[in-house]
């Protein structure tokens, strides 16, 4: 059985929202309906972090050697982007 909820958001976001459901053919209503069902299911309350199996297929495709110091790679990746 519906029930009707009462929601007092930013207007700019609801008209993003709005925007959103029309452009994959939902309603705002279905959209917060799903969100609710995602957070509330028995799923959701695990601790453990879920991996989606695209992102399983990509473990161990790339090799990287031992010492390497992705701190320092990004530093010089951002100096670069910036100069």
Do not use: H
Not at 44 to 55: A, E, F
């Amino acid at each position: 059985m519906d029930k009707k909820l009462t929601l007092s958001l930013d207007e700019s976001i609801i008209a993003q929202a709005k925007k959103y459901a029309q452009q994959n053919g939902t309603s705002l209503s279905k959209m917060i309906e799903s969100y609710f069902r995602s957070i509330t299911s028995e799923d959701s309350k695990d601790d453990k972090i879920k991996i989606t199996p695209l992102v399983e297929s990509l473990c161990g495709v790339g090799e990287l050697p031992a010492d390497f110091d992705y701190k320092k790679s990004r530093q010089q990746y951002l100096d670069k982007k910036y100069s």
